[in-house]
Protein backbone atom coordinates (compact mmCIF):
# COMPACT_ATOMS: atom_id res chain seq x y z
CA UNK A 1 0.00 0.00 0.00
CA UNK A 2 1.09 3.72 -1.37
CA UNK A 3 2.00 5.77 1.33
CA UNK A 4 3.16 9.73 1.23
CA UNK A 5 5.82 11.04 3.15
CA UNK A 6 5.57 14.91 3.50
CA UNK A 7 8.05 17.35 4.95
CA UNK A 8 5.88 20.02 6.08
CA UNK A 9 6.30 23.92 6.56
CA UNK A 10 6.83 24.70 2.87
CA UNK A 11 4.41 27.80 1.63
CA UNK A 12 3.17 27.21 -1.31
CA UNK A 13 3.40 29.43 -4.39
CA UNK A 14 2.46 29.07 -8.50
CA UNK A 15 -0.19 27.56 -10.29
CA UNK A 16 -2.09 24.49 -10.05
CA UNK A 17 -4.64 23.15 -12.17
CA UNK A 18 -8.10 21.64 -11.25
CA UNK A 19 -9.06 17.67 -13.01
CA UNK A 20 -12.92 17.10 -13.77
CA UNK A 21 -14.69 16.26 -11.00
CA UNK A 22 -14.87 13.03 -9.64
CA UNK A 23 -18.74 13.10 -8.94
CA UNK A 24 -19.65 14.46 -12.00
CA UNK A 25 -17.80 12.09 -14.01
CA UNK A 26 -19.05 9.21 -12.47
CA UNK A 27 -22.93 9.46 -13.09
CA UNK A 28 -21.91 10.72 -16.57
CA UNK A 29 -20.48 7.89 -17.43
CA UNK A 30 -23.57 5.65 -16.43
CA UNK A 31 -25.23 8.07 -18.71
CA UNK A 32 -23.91 6.19 -21.73
CA UNK A 33 -26.13 3.23 -20.62
CA UNK A 34 -29.16 5.35 -21.30
CA UNK A 35 -28.50 5.02 -25.44
CA UNK A 36 -27.31 2.72 -27.91
CA UNK A 37 -25.30 5.90 -29.73
CA UNK A 38 -21.63 7.20 -28.44
CA UNK A 39 -21.14 9.46 -26.07
CA UNK A 40 -18.29 11.36 -25.91
CA UNK A 41 -16.36 12.66 -22.49
CA UNK A 42 -13.54 15.27 -22.26
CA UNK A 43 -11.98 16.41 -18.77
CA UNK A 44 -12.73 12.88 -17.57
CA UNK A 45 -10.23 12.77 -14.33
CA UNK A 46 -7.77 9.65 -14.00
CA UNK A 47 -8.92 8.44 -10.84
CA UNK A 48 -9.16 4.79 -9.30
CA UNK A 49 -12.65 5.19 -9.13
CA UNK A 50 -13.27 6.57 -12.58
CA UNK A 51 -11.21 3.13 -13.14
CA UNK A 52 -14.10 1.35 -11.22
CA UNK A 53 -16.61 2.92 -13.46
CA UNK A 54 -15.14 2.11 -16.62
CA UNK A 55 -14.39 -1.58 -15.18
CA UNK A 56 -17.76 -1.83 -14.36
CA UNK A 57 -19.82 -0.64 -17.48
CA UNK A 58 -17.05 -2.59 -19.29
CA UNK A 59 -18.14 -5.35 -17.71
CA UNK A 60 -21.76 -4.78 -18.61
CA UNK A 61 -20.58 -4.99 -22.70
CA UNK A 62 -20.03 -1.00 -23.06
CA UNK A 63 -17.17 -0.07 -25.21
CA UNK A 64 -15.16 2.48 -24.17
CA UNK A 65 -12.08 4.18 -25.95
CA UNK A 66 -9.33 6.50 -24.74
CA UNK A 67 -9.55 8.70 -27.72
CA UNK A 68 -6.78 11.17 -26.54
CA UNK A 69 -5.16 12.08 -23.69
CA UNK A 70 -5.62 15.84 -23.72
CA UNK A 71 -2.51 18.05 -22.44
CA UNK A 72 -3.97 18.65 -19.34
CA UNK A 73 -3.30 14.44 -18.15
CA UNK A 74 -7.33 14.59 -18.46
CA UNK A 75 -8.60 11.79 -20.87
CA UNK A 76 -11.49 12.01 -23.60
CA UNK A 77 -13.70 8.81 -23.25
CA UNK A 78 -15.88 7.48 -26.06
CA UNK A 79 -18.16 5.22 -24.64
CA UNK A 80 -21.10 2.95 -26.94
CA UNK A 81 -23.87 1.04 -25.18
CA UNK A 82 -25.03 -0.82 -28.28
CA UNK A 83 -24.50 -4.71 -27.55
CA UNK A 84 -24.98 -5.22 -23.25
CA UNK A 85 -24.22 -8.55 -22.33
CA UNK A 86 -24.80 -8.53 -18.67
CA UNK A 87 -26.49 -6.28 -17.14
CA UNK A 88 -25.31 -7.00 -13.57
CA UNK A 89 -23.01 -4.47 -10.79
CA UNK A 90 -21.32 -7.26 -8.92
CA UNK A 91 -20.42 -7.35 -5.51
CA UNK A 92 -16.81 -7.11 -6.17
CA UNK A 93 -17.05 -3.69 -7.93
CA UNK A 94 -19.54 -2.63 -5.91
CA UNK A 95 -18.27 -3.05 -2.15
CA UNK A 96 -14.87 -0.65 -3.73
CA UNK A 97 -17.31 2.13 -4.93
CA UNK A 98 -20.76 2.61 -3.88
CA UNK A 99 -21.51 5.17 -6.72
CA UNK A 100 -21.64 1.49 -8.77
CA UNK A 101 -25.45 1.95 -7.57
CA UNK A 102 -25.51 4.59 -10.20
CA UNK A 103 -25.77 1.88 -13.06
CA UNK A 104 -29.30 1.26 -11.85
CA UNK A 105 -31.75 3.72 -12.64
CA UNK A 106 -29.95 3.74 -16.14
CA UNK A 107 -30.28 0.04 -16.53
CA UNK A 108 -33.59 -0.27 -15.82
CA UNK A 109 -34.82 2.26 -17.46
CA UNK A 110 -33.05 1.45 -20.70
CA UNK A 111 -33.50 -2.45 -20.84
CA UNK A 112 -36.24 -3.18 -18.11
CA UNK A 113 -34.41 -5.28 -15.76
CA UNK A 114 -30.88 -4.35 -13.14
CA UNK A 115 -29.50 -6.62 -10.95
CA UNK A 116 -26.96 -4.69 -8.66
CA UNK A 117 -25.41 -5.58 -5.22
CA UNK A 118 -26.24 -3.39 -2.03
CA UNK A 119 -23.31 -1.08 -1.36
CA UNK A 120 -23.07 -2.43 1.92
CA UNK A 121 -21.43 -0.63 4.59
CA UNK A 122 -19.21 2.70 4.55
CA UNK A 123 -16.59 4.15 6.61
CA UNK A 124 -17.83 6.74 7.16
CA UNK A 125 -21.88 5.96 7.50
CA UNK A 126 -24.11 3.36 6.72
CA UNK A 127 -25.51 5.24 3.66
CA UNK A 128 -28.46 3.34 2.49
CA UNK A 129 -29.59 3.19 -0.24
CA UNK A 130 -33.89 3.11 0.31
CA UNK A 131 -34.43 6.13 -1.35
CA UNK A 132 -33.36 5.08 -4.80
CA UNK A 133 -35.39 1.86 -4.21
CA UNK A 134 -38.14 3.82 -3.36
CA UNK A 135 -38.55 6.24 -6.05
CA UNK A 136 -37.90 3.27 -8.90
CA UNK A 137 -40.98 1.65 -6.81
CA UNK A 138 -42.77 4.57 -7.25
CA UNK A 139 -42.27 4.72 -11.35
CA UNK A 140 -43.58 0.81 -11.24
CA UNK A 141 -40.61 -1.07 -11.07
CA UNK A 142 -41.03 -4.18 -9.12
CA UNK A 143 -38.30 -4.75 -6.68
CA UNK A 144 -36.90 -7.90 -4.50
CA UNK A 145 -33.48 -7.92 -2.39
CA UNK A 146 -32.78 -11.08 -2.96
CA UNK A 147 -29.05 -12.71 -1.71
CA UNK A 148 -27.74 -9.29 -1.22
CA UNK A 149 -28.63 -7.84 -4.35
CA UNK A 150 -31.61 -4.93 -5.82
CA UNK A 151 -33.09 -7.22 -8.51
CA UNK A 152 -35.42 -4.58 -10.25
CA UNK A 153 -37.55 -5.18 -13.57
CA UNK A 154 -40.36 -3.05 -15.12
CA UNK A 155 -41.72 -3.14 -18.61
CA UNK A 156 -41.46 0.75 -19.07
CA UNK A 157 -40.99 2.85 -15.97
CA UNK A 158 -43.94 5.37 -15.27
CA UNK A 159 -43.50 8.72 -14.42
CA UNK A 160 -44.64 9.67 -11.16
CA UNK A 161 -44.25 12.06 -8.24
CA UNK A 162 -41.40 11.46 -5.82
CA UNK A 163 -40.22 13.20 -2.77
CA UNK A 164 -37.02 12.00 -0.91
CA UNK A 165 -37.45 11.68 2.68
CA UNK A 166 -33.65 13.54 2.76
CA UNK A 167 -31.85 15.65 0.25
CA UNK A 168 -29.40 12.42 -1.52
CA UNK A 169 -27.18 13.15 -4.12
CA UNK A 170 -26.51 10.30 -6.20
CA UNK A 171 -30.45 9.34 -5.32
CA UNK A 172 -31.42 12.68 -7.29
CA UNK A 173 -29.11 11.05 -10.06
CA UNK A 174 -30.17 7.86 -10.13
CA UNK A 175 -34.01 8.65 -10.15
CA UNK A 176 -33.11 11.26 -13.24
CA UNK A 177 -31.66 9.03 -15.23
CA UNK A 178 -34.40 6.36 -14.73
CA UNK A 179 -36.89 9.36 -15.20
CA UNK A 180 -35.60 10.23 -19.14
CA UNK A 181 -36.76 7.09 -20.77
CA UNK A 182 -39.75 6.64 -18.06
CA UNK A 183 -43.30 6.99 -19.82
CA UNK A 184 -45.11 10.12 -18.78
CA UNK A 185 -43.69 12.64 -16.52
CA UNK A 186 -41.94 12.47 -13.23
CA UNK A 187 -41.25 15.25 -10.41
CA UNK A 188 -38.52 14.48 -7.91
CA UNK A 189 -39.26 17.00 -4.77
CA UNK A 190 -36.53 17.69 -2.20
CA UNK A 191 -34.11 17.13 -4.92
CA UNK A 192 -30.03 17.34 -4.35
CA UNK A 193 -29.06 20.94 -5.96
CA UNK A 194 -25.45 19.88 -6.64
CA UNK A 195 -23.26 21.27 -9.15
CA UNK A 196 -23.05 17.69 -10.29
CA UNK A 197 -26.21 17.06 -10.60
CA UNK A 198 -26.92 20.17 -13.28
CA UNK A 199 -23.73 18.56 -15.10
CA UNK A 200 -25.32 15.35 -15.80
CA UNK A 201 -28.73 17.18 -16.35
CA UNK A 202 -26.79 18.63 -18.94
CA UNK A 203 -25.23 16.28 -20.72
CA UNK A 204 -28.58 14.39 -20.49
CA UNK A 205 -30.42 17.20 -21.92
CA UNK A 206 -27.62 17.12 -25.28
CA UNK A 207 -28.69 13.50 -25.52
CA UNK A 208 -32.18 14.15 -25.79
CA UNK A 209 -34.15 14.16 -22.76
CA UNK A 210 -36.21 16.90 -21.54
CA UNK A 211 -35.56 18.06 -17.69
CA UNK A 212 -36.83 21.00 -16.32
CA UNK A 213 -35.59 22.70 -12.72
CA UNK A 214 -32.02 20.82 -11.92
CA UNK A 215 -29.99 22.64 -9.87
CA UNK A 216 -33.03 23.90 -8.07
CA UNK A 217 -35.00 21.24 -5.43
CA UNK A 218 -37.70 20.46 -7.79
CA UNK A 219 -36.91 18.66 -11.21
CA UNK A 220 -39.14 17.75 -13.80
CA UNK A 221 -38.48 15.33 -16.20
CA UNK A 222 -40.60 14.41 -18.92
CA UNK A 223 -40.19 10.97 -20.37
CA UNK A 224 -39.11 10.53 -23.93
CA UNK A 225 -38.75 7.35 -26.16
CA UNK A 226 -35.09 7.04 -26.78
CA UNK A 227 -32.06 8.88 -26.31
CA UNK A 228 -29.06 9.53 -28.96
CA UNK A 229 -25.36 10.15 -28.40
CA UNK A 230 -23.92 13.65 -27.33
CA UNK A 231 -20.57 15.18 -26.60
CA UNK A 232 -19.98 16.45 -23.41
CA UNK A 233 -17.51 17.99 -21.12
CA UNK A 234 -17.00 16.99 -17.06
CA UNK A 235 -17.12 20.19 -14.86
CA UNK A 236 -14.16 20.78 -12.64
CA UNK A 237 -13.80 19.18 -9.66
CA UNK A 238 -14.92 21.89 -6.96
CA UNK A 239 -14.00 19.14 -3.84
CA UNK A 240 -10.50 19.21 -5.34
CA UNK A 241 -10.51 23.09 -5.36
CA UNK A 242 -11.64 23.42 -2.29
CA UNK A 243 -8.47 21.28 -1.18
CA UNK A 244 -5.86 23.49 -2.29
CA UNK A 245 -7.44 26.37 -1.35
CA UNK A 246 -7.09 24.93 2.41
CA UNK A 247 -3.92 23.60 1.60
CA UNK A 248 -2.65 27.36 0.77
CA UNK A 249 -4.03 28.82 3.78
CA UNK A 250 -2.64 26.30 5.93
CA UNK A 251 0.35 26.83 4.79
CA UNK A 252 0.54 30.59 3.46
CA UNK A 253 1.05 31.53 0.09
CA UNK A 254 -0.43 32.53 -3.09
CA UNK A 255 -1.73 29.99 -5.76
CA UNK A 256 -3.38 30.36 -8.94
CA UNK A 257 -5.72 27.31 -8.49
CA UNK A 258 -7.09 27.16 -12.38
CA UNK A 259 -10.44 25.72 -13.62
CA UNK A 260 -11.86 26.66 -10.03
CA UNK A 261 -15.24 27.80 -9.94
CA UNK A 262 -16.80 30.64 -7.28
CA UNK A 263 -20.64 29.66 -8.72
CA UNK A 264 -20.09 26.01 -7.16
CA UNK A 265 -17.97 26.86 -4.13
CA UNK A 266 -19.85 29.84 -2.33
CA UNK A 267 -19.87 28.30 1.19
CA UNK A 268 -16.26 27.29 1.04
CA UNK A 269 -14.83 30.90 -0.24
CA UNK A 270 -17.21 32.49 2.77
CA UNK A 271 -15.43 30.34 5.29
CA UNK A 272 -12.17 30.80 3.35
CA UNK A 273 -12.85 34.23 3.69
CA UNK A 274 -13.63 34.47 7.50
CA UNK A 275 -10.39 33.39 8.12
CA UNK A 276 -9.01 35.90 6.90
CA UNK A 277 -7.98 34.47 3.65
CA UNK A 278 -7.89 36.49 -0.18
CA UNK A 279 -9.38 35.41 -2.94
CA UNK A 280 -10.12 36.69 -6.02
CA UNK A 281 -11.87 35.29 -8.66
CA UNK A 282 -11.20 35.51 -12.40
CA UNK A 283 -12.31 33.49 -15.20
CA UNK A 284 -9.10 31.44 -15.47
CA UNK A 285 -10.09 30.32 -11.50
CA UNK A 286 -9.81 31.92 -7.80
CA UNK A 287 -6.03 32.91 -6.85
CA UNK A 288 -5.40 32.54 -3.40
CA UNK A 289 -3.44 34.26 -0.97
CA UNK A 290 -2.48 33.75 2.50
CA UNK A 291 -0.16 35.51 4.69
CA UNK A 292 -0.81 35.62 8.22
CA UNK A 293 -1.91 32.03 10.50
CA UNK A 294 -5.61 31.86 10.02
CA UNK A 295 -8.88 32.66 12.30
CA UNK A 296 -10.84 30.73 13.34
CA UNK A 297 -14.09 29.44 12.03
CA UNK A 298 -17.91 27.80 12.36
CA UNK A 299 -19.82 25.53 10.31
CA UNK A 300 -22.02 22.79 9.61
CA UNK A 301 -21.69 20.60 6.72
CA UNK A 302 -25.10 20.50 4.63
CA UNK A 303 -26.81 20.02 1.06
CA UNK A 304 -25.61 22.17 -1.95
CA UNK A 305 -25.79 25.29 -1.44
CA UNK A 306 -24.61 24.68 1.82
CA UNK A 307 -21.30 23.88 2.86
CA UNK A 308 -19.86 20.17 1.50
CA UNK A 309 -19.57 17.45 3.70
CA UNK A 310 -16.73 16.37 1.16
CA UNK A 311 -14.78 19.64 2.90
CA UNK A 312 -15.08 19.20 6.44
CA UNK A 313 -12.21 17.55 6.74
CA UNK A 314 -9.45 19.82 4.80
CA UNK A 315 -11.37 23.41 7.00
CA UNK A 316 -10.75 21.18 10.11
CA UNK A 317 -7.47 20.91 9.24
CA UNK A 318 -7.54 24.77 8.84
CA UNK A 319 -9.20 25.52 11.55
CA UNK A 320 -6.35 23.26 13.71
CA UNK A 321 -3.73 25.78 13.06
CA UNK A 322 -6.25 28.99 13.71
CA UNK A 323 -6.62 31.54 16.10
CA UNK A 324 -9.01 30.79 18.76
CA UNK A 325 -11.54 27.89 18.69
CA UNK A 326 -13.52 26.66 15.34
CA UNK A 327 -17.19 24.49 16.05
CA UNK A 328 -17.54 22.00 13.27
CA UNK A 329 -21.16 20.27 13.30
CA UNK A 330 -20.86 17.35 10.75
CA UNK A 331 -24.69 16.72 9.06
CA UNK A 332 -24.79 14.62 6.79
CA UNK A 333 -22.64 11.53 7.67
CA UNK A 334 -22.80 10.02 10.92
CA UNK A 335 -19.25 8.75 11.16
CA UNK A 336 -17.12 11.28 9.53
CA UNK A 337 -14.81 12.26 12.00
CA UNK A 338 -12.16 9.43 11.79
CA UNK A 339 -9.68 12.15 10.80
CA UNK A 340 -9.66 13.91 14.21
CA UNK A 341 -7.75 11.02 16.17
CA UNK A 342 -5.44 11.53 13.50
CA UNK A 343 -4.69 15.12 13.47
CA UNK A 344 -4.47 14.47 17.39
CA UNK A 345 -1.25 12.80 16.51
CA UNK A 346 0.19 15.76 14.50
CA UNK A 347 -0.83 17.79 17.57
CA UNK A 348 -4.23 19.16 17.00
CA UNK A 349 -6.26 19.34 20.04
CA UNK A 350 -9.89 18.46 18.41
CA UNK A 351 -12.83 17.50 21.15
CA UNK A 352 -15.92 15.43 19.58
CA UNK A 353 -18.97 15.58 21.10
CA UNK A 354 -21.10 13.51 18.97
CA UNK A 355 -21.79 15.17 15.81
CA UNK A 356 -19.94 18.31 17.02
CA UNK A 357 -16.11 18.75 16.77
CA UNK A 358 -14.07 21.64 18.65
CA UNK A 359 -11.14 22.99 17.33
CA UNK A 360 -8.91 24.55 19.54
CA UNK A 361 -6.33 25.79 16.87
CA UNK A 362 -2.43 25.50 18.43
CA UNK A 363 0.45 27.52 16.51
CA UNK A 364 2.00 24.81 15.07
CA UNK A 365 1.46 21.01 14.55
CA UNK A 366 4.39 18.52 14.67
CA UNK A 367 4.59 15.74 11.53
CA UNK A 368 3.99 12.01 12.61
CA UNK A 369 2.65 8.77 11.30
CA UNK A 370 -0.91 8.64 10.51
CA UNK A 371 -3.33 6.71 8.70
CA UNK A 372 -5.90 7.33 5.79
CA UNK A 373 -9.18 6.36 6.77
CA UNK A 374 -11.57 7.41 3.90
CA UNK A 375 -10.98 9.79 0.82
CA UNK A 376 -11.48 13.18 2.17
CA UNK A 377 -10.10 12.42 5.79
CA UNK A 378 -7.04 11.89 3.56
CA UNK A 379 -7.34 15.08 2.08
CA UNK A 380 -7.52 16.75 5.74
CA UNK A 381 -4.63 15.10 6.92
CA UNK A 382 -2.48 15.96 3.94
CA UNK A 383 -3.10 19.77 4.65
CA UNK A 384 -2.07 18.97 7.95
CA UNK A 385 1.52 16.98 7.14
CA UNK A 386 2.17 19.97 4.40
CA UNK A 387 1.86 22.77 7.71
CA UNK A 388 3.67 20.40 10.42
CA UNK A 389 6.86 20.51 11.70
CA UNK A 390 9.63 17.66 10.08
CA UNK A 391 7.79 14.75 8.50
CA UNK A 392 4.53 13.47 8.04
CA UNK A 393 3.66 9.56 7.01
CA UNK A 394 0.41 9.15 5.72
CA UNK A 395 -0.57 5.58 5.63
CA UNK A 396 -2.75 4.13 3.25
CA UNK A 397 -3.16 6.90 0.33
CA UNK A 398 -5.37 4.28 -1.80
CA UNK A 399 -8.25 6.43 -0.36
CA UNK A 400 -7.21 9.86 -1.34
CA UNK A 401 -6.29 8.13 -5.38
CA UNK A 402 -9.83 7.05 -5.37
CA UNK A 403 -10.75 10.74 -5.59
CA UNK A 404 -7.34 13.39 -6.14
CA UNK A 405 -5.47 12.90 -9.45
CA UNK A 406 -1.74 13.01 -9.37
CA UNK A 407 -2.46 15.33 -5.97
CA UNK A 408 1.16 14.54 -4.52
CA UNK A 409 2.99 15.58 -8.42
CA UNK A 410 0.02 18.98 -8.21
CA UNK A 411 1.63 19.97 -4.96
CA UNK A 412 5.27 19.55 -5.49
CA UNK A 413 4.56 21.50 -8.51
CA UNK A 414 3.77 24.26 -6.04
CA UNK A 415 6.44 23.85 -3.67
CA UNK A 416 5.08 21.06 -1.32
CA UNK A 417 7.81 18.69 -0.48
CA UNK A 418 5.68 15.35 -0.73
CA UNK A 419 6.27 11.63 -2.20
CA UNK A 420 5.26 8.64 -3.05
CA UNK A 421 6.43 5.42 -1.19
CA UNK A 422 5.12 3.10 -3.35
CA UNK A 423 4.92 -0.52 -1.47
CA UNK A 424 3.41 -3.51 -2.39
CA UNK A 425 0.63 -4.89 0.20
CA UNK A 426 2.23 -7.28 2.54
C1 LIG B 1 -22.66 11.89 -2.70
C2 LIG B 1 -21.21 12.10 -3.08
C3 LIG B 1 -20.33 12.16 -1.84
C4 LIG B 1 -20.87 13.21 -0.86
C5 LIG B 1 -22.35 13.01 -0.60
C6 LIG B 1 -22.97 14.12 0.22
C7 LIG B 1 -21.07 11.04 -5.25
C8 LIG B 1 -20.56 9.91 -6.08
N1 LIG B 1 -20.79 11.00 -3.95
O1 LIG B 1 -22.75 10.64 -2.05
O2 LIG B 1 -19.01 12.49 -2.24
O3 LIG B 1 -20.19 13.11 0.37
O4 LIG B 1 -23.08 12.94 -1.84
O5 LIG B 1 -22.79 15.33 -0.41
O6 LIG B 1 -21.67 11.97 -5.76
N2 LIG B 1 -29.31 8.47 2.45
C9 LIG B 1 -30.26 7.57 2.90
N3 LIG B 1 -30.92 6.80 1.97
C10 LIG B 1 -30.67 6.89 0.64
C11 LIG B 1 -29.69 7.81 0.18
C12 LIG B 1 -29.03 8.59 1.12
O7 LIG B 1 -30.51 7.45 4.09
O8 LIG B 1 -31.28 6.16 -0.15
C13 LIG B 1 -28.60 9.33 3.43
C14 LIG B 1 -27.10 8.99 3.52
O9 LIG B 1 -26.86 7.94 4.41
C15 LIG B 1 -26.54 10.32 3.99
C16 LIG B 1 -27.44 11.35 3.30
O10 LIG B 1 -28.63 10.66 2.96
O11 LIG B 1 -26.68 10.45 5.38
C17 LIG B 1 -26.85 11.98 2.05
O12 LIG B 1 -26.32 10.95 1.22
P1 LIG B 1 -26.21 11.08 -0.35
O13 LIG B 1 -26.42 12.49 -0.78
O14 LIG B 1 -27.07 10.05 -0.97
O15 LIG B 1 -24.71 10.69 -0.59
P2 LIG B 1 -24.17 9.94 -1.86
O16 LIG B 1 -25.03 10.31 -3.02
O17 LIG B 1 -23.92 8.52 -1.57
Avoid at 112 to 141: F, N, T, W, Y
Amino acid sequence: MDRFRITGGAALSGEVTVSGAKNAALPILCASLLSAEPLVLSNVPRLRDVGTMKKLLAQMGTRIETMQMQPDGQEQLRLVSDAMTHLQAPYELVKTMRASVLVLGPMLARFGEALVSLPGGCAIGQRPVDQHIKGLAAMGAEIQIEHGYIKAQAKRLRGARIVTDMVTVTGTENLMMAAVLAEGTTVIDNAAREPEVVDLADCLIKMGARIEGAGTDRIVIHGVDRLGGAQHQVMADRIEAGTFLCAVAATGGDVMVRHASAQTMGATLEKLREAGVLLSESNEGIRVTAHSRPKAFNFRTAPFPGLATDMQAQLMAVAAIAQGTSIIAETIFENRFMHVQELRRLGAQIEVDGHTAIVQGVPALSGARVMATDLRASAGLVIAGLVASGETEIDRIYHLDRGYDRMEEKLRAIGAQVTRIEETAT
